[in-house]
């Protein structure tokens, strides 16, 4: 994955946060239950590596998808 920019963690409330998860439904669900600002549309795989990640951008000031 990228490295993580530094305006996605500037101010208090911001987070990133990287997902690992058996498969993609379960990343995109729990992506789908948290304050995600900018939500990831795929995962990730590492060749060698058990899963899948998935990396959101999070903005706990906001409120909650419903």
């Known amino acids: 994955m990228k490295p993580i920019n530094d305006r996605h963690v500037a101010k208090p409330g911001l987070a990133v946060v990287e997902i690992a998860t058996a498969d993609d439904?379960?990343?995109?669900?729990?992506?789908?239950?948290?304050?995600a600002i900018a939500p990831a549309d795929r995962t990730t795989h590492a060749p060698g590596e058990p899963?899948?990640?998935l990396?959101?951008?999070?903005?706990?000031?906001?409120?909650?998808?419903?």
């Open 25 to 35: 439904e379960t990343a995109f669900a729990i992506q789908a239950t948290r304050w």
């Open 51 to 53: 899963g899948v990640r």
């Open 55 to 66: 990396r959101c951008y999070l903005d706990l000031k906001q409120q909650p998808a419903p």
